[in-house]
C-alpha cells in the first residue's frame, strides 16, 4: 500500500521567516527614541510601514492567483492583512513600547535624580527592548480576536483560528 506523500505546507515569508522581525523595526526604534534622534525612529517606522506593505501586496497577489478569486475577494484579502499588521505589527506595540518608555523614563528621573541622565535613557532602552518579545503574541491575538468580532464580520477576511499566533 503506496501513500501519496503530503506536499508541504507553504511558507510565508512574511509572517513564518525572519523577515517577520521587520514588522518590530518601530519598536526597536521607540526603544531607542531617548538615544537616538528621531528621524532613525521615523525610518524605523518606514521599515516597519514597508513590511506591512509588502505582506499586503504579498497576500492580494495569492488572493488573486485562486481559482475562484475577483477583485472584490483580493480587496479583502488586502485590506485584512493591511488593517491586521497595521495594529499588530505597528500601531499598537509602537504606542505600548513608546508609553512603557516614556513613563519609565520620567520615573526614573523622578525616583532616581542622582543617576546621571544618559545611565537612565540606556536603562530605558534595554527595559524596552526587553519588552518586545513578551509583547508581541499577545497584541496579535488582540488584534485578531477585535478584527474577529469587527471588520471579518463585516466584510469577511480571514478569521484566526483559535491558538493560532501570528
Sequence with gaps: MSE??????????????????LGYA????EAFRALVHVRW???????????????????????????ES???????AAFDTLVWQAFASVIVPGFLINRICAFSLLGLARTMPGVAENARKWAVTGLGLGV?????????????????NTTRKVIGGV?????KAE
Excluded: C, Q, W
Aim: charged share 25%; no cysteine.
Design 70 to 76: 475577483d477583485t472584490t475577494k483580493v480587496a479583502v
Design 41 to 67: 525612529v521615523k525610518a524605523s517606522y518606514g521599515v516597519a510601514s514597508a513590511y506591512v506593505l509588502a505582506d499586503t501586496v504579498d497576500k492580494a497577489t495569492k488572493m488573486n492567483k485562486e481559482p
Design 132 to 148: 518586545i518579545p513578551f509583547i508581541v503574541h499577545p497584541i496579535d491575538n488582540l488584534v485578531h480576536t477585535v478584527m474577529d
Design 4 to 21: 501519496e506523500p503530503t506536499p508541504a505546507a507553504e511558507v510565508d515569508i512574511y509572517r513564518d521567516t525572519p523577515v517577520r522581525l
Design 26 to 29: 518601530n519598536e526597536v526604534g
Design 159 to 163: 478569521p484566526s483560528s483559535a491558538g
